[in-house]
């Protein structure tokens, strides 16, 4: 490394003493040296790039794990208009309609579409083993039903037992992890167990070790928002009720888990039902490191929402919920679905949308 001796001193500028400004010195030695060359500083922190370029040193984010063009990501569903009902009872009549009668390019698999017309509308998904669009009809899990189409295609593809991988994206009060875990205590009995699991992104960037108490007393906070979605759920039954008992049962022998990410990683992943929230904290080496280590039996949700990132490392276009929807999409193990509408409250609706 070069001598960090430059005539510009980032910890002058900045007036702290940090190893960020050591790498800045650094670079803008070696900008000094070689002054015939373009020196770049390459790095996934958000802060250390933008004083980069405060000291009018180039800077740049890797670009290996970037996606392109954030703005058309897959979305998973396509809208379609027609002038007439024709098709649209037909998909009611038979249950299926062939690919090319909605549209004439190659089909992605697992693909959900609204058909429309003035009258009515029909709900649909490209099954790669028929080689059709299927209906996708509305079903409840475990007292939760959907509120949109949506809505409605992400259940379909977390209850499709041959989907073994789903991504949920969506703003905050769009359903995502409440139909995730809905759907997954509608299929306990199909696993051996159901692990909820969201990333540790400490406020400020400060590790947890900062927070008073216990190792749980400081994790407790971070798993709150999932022990809510779970609340919410059981909260529809009475207490003396099967359900609300069940949860409570699944609980306290451990067939339900909420855990740090941290804590899920070493386990084996064999036969498991896998929900990991707040996905878009994630890293795309993260994303893999999960997914590889899934066995037989197991199914496997991210959630999140990749415009609302809690991590100066990452953005819309270099984290792992980007990257996987961006690289995977077309699999016939895979599918994925963006939730639009906010179904938690008008006044939730009104906040996502103007502020």
């Known amino acids: ?28 030695k070696l900008r000094e040296e ?38 058309h990501l897959y979305k998973g569903k396509t809208d379609l208009q027609y002038s007439d009902n024709k098709l649209i009872n037909k998909l009611y009549k038979d249950g299926s309609i062939d690919h090319n009668e909605v549209e004439k390019s ?36 475990y007292g939760v039903n ?19 991988l789903v991504t949920i994206t969506g703003a905050a009060g769009t359903g995502k992890t409440l139909l995730a875990l809905a759907c997954a205590l509608e299929q306990r009995s199909h696993y051996r167990q159901i692990y909820l699991a969201r990333p540790i992104v400490p406020l400020s960037n400060r590790d947890i070790g900062y927070l008073p108490g216990d190792v749980k007393s400081k994790i407790d906070p971070y798993m709150q928002p999932l022990w809510d979605n779970l609340s919410i759920i059981k909260n529809q039954y009475k207490e003396t009720s ?10 306290q022998t451990e067939k339900l888990s909420i855990e740090p990410l941290a804590y899920i990683r070493g386990r084996s992943l064999n036969n498991v039902f896998f929900i990991i929230d707040e996905a878009q904290n994630l890293t795309p080496h993260e994303i893999k490191t999960i997914i590889t280590r899934a066995g037989e039996n197991t199914k496997i949700i991210f959630t999140g929402d990749i415009f609302q990132i809690d991590t100066p490392y990452l953005d819309t276009q270099s984290n792992g919920l980007s990257y996987l929807v961006d690289r995977i999409h077309n699999n016939e193990i895979y599918a994925h679905i963006n939730l639009e509408k906010g179904e938690r409250s008008t006044l939730a609706n009104l906040a996502s949308k103007f502020l």
């Open 1 to 28: 490394m070069s001598d960090e001796g430059s005539s510009e001193d980032a910890t002058r500028v900045f007036g702290s003493v940090k190893n960020d400004h050591r790498i800045l010195n650094a670079a803008l």
């Open 34 to 71: 070689e002054p015939k060359k373009k020196v770049v500083l390459v790095s996934k922190d958000i802060n250390l790039r933008l004083k980069a370029r405060a000291l009018r040193l180039d800077a740049e984010d890797y670009e290996t794990i970037r996606i392109k063009d954030i703005d």
């Open 106 to 141: 190659e089909p992605v698999t697992n693909h959900y579409y609204i058909l429309k017309n003035p009258s009515s509308s029909a709900l649909g998904y490209y099954n790669p083993e028929k080689e059709k669009i299927e209906i996708v009809k509305q079903h409840s899990a």
């Open 146 to 164: 959907p509120r949109n189409a949506e809505q409605t295609f992400a259940m379909h593809a977390l209850m499709k037992p041959e989907i073994q």
């Open 242 to 251: 099967k359900q609300y008992k069940k949860i409570d049962e699944l609980i």
